[in-house]
């Protein structure tokens, strides 16, 4: 079963530009999260899709959106960029543990975006 | 926001017992407690979780106490694979909330 997928893995871009990072997940999960880790504040939660709708939203500007499609797939994209916007953001899809009915992540690698 | 405490780094020696403590004294009763380190140039992997009860798997195991409001993740045999940084999740819902991680170094 192929993990979950994030493009690009590498970028670099320039205050003001916009960005828009992609998310694959493992197939049959229905629900994305996206997070942003930065060394000052951690892993950050972004916000949550579950069949193209938005649950969750962290306590992130409205410049940060996403969107799901109908495959689960995801988007998120950073409008007018800042320097502080350079990090590494995480997308995970979720599975339900069939012991505990808890919800479990399974995260990607991460696309690391640098903001100049 | 669910808080979880950690420390922010541990030593171990290789192939000796770790125990890793988080502290999340405002957990609710729904709350579950969920572990995932992460490796250098990765994304978070998930090591274990649990509610109430002291939970093992082939990885690792979860002590839980009695209050729910501390827990330790518990690993046997500590490998210098095991070096990353281990966080400690409060899971509300569909939201995980991360601490800061307690960053564990193996010495061989």
Not at chain 2, 71 to 85: E, G, K, N
């Amino acid at each position: 079963k192929a993990g979950v997928t994030q493009t690009p893995r590498y970028l670099i871009k320039t205050r003001g530009q916009q960005v828009t990072l992609s998310c694959s997940p493992i197939s049959g999960h229905r629900s994305v999260s996206w997070y942003q880790q930065t060394p000052g504040q951690g892993l950050q939660f972004l916000f949550e899709y579950f069949s193209e709708t938005q649950r969750n939203k962290g306590n992130f500007p409205g410049r940060f959106s996403g969107r799901q499609f109908s495959n689960s797939r995801s988007e998120m994209n950073v409008s007018t960029l800042e320097l502080g916007d350079s990090a590494l953001y995480l997308c995970a899809s979720s599975w339900t543990a069939l012991s505990s009915g808890a919800n479990v992540l399974t995260f990607g690698a991460g696309s690391r975006l640098t903001v100049l | 926001d669910a808080k979880t405490t950690q420390p922010n780094s541990m030593e171990s020696n290789e192939e000796e017992p770790v125990h890793l403590p988080c502290n999340h004294s405002t957990i609710s009763g729904t709350d579950y407690i969920h572990w995932y380190r992460q490796l250098p140039s990765q994304g978070p992997e998930y090591v274990i979780h649990g509610l109430t009860s002291n939970v093992n798997n082939r990885m690792a195991s979860l002590a839980i106490a009695e209050d729910r409001k501390s827990s330790t993740l518990i690993l046997h045999r500590a490998t210098l694979r095991d070096a990353a940084v281990y966080y400690c999740i409060l899971n509300t819902g569909n939201q995980f909330y991360f601490g800061t991680g307690t960053s564990l170094t193996v010495i061989p």
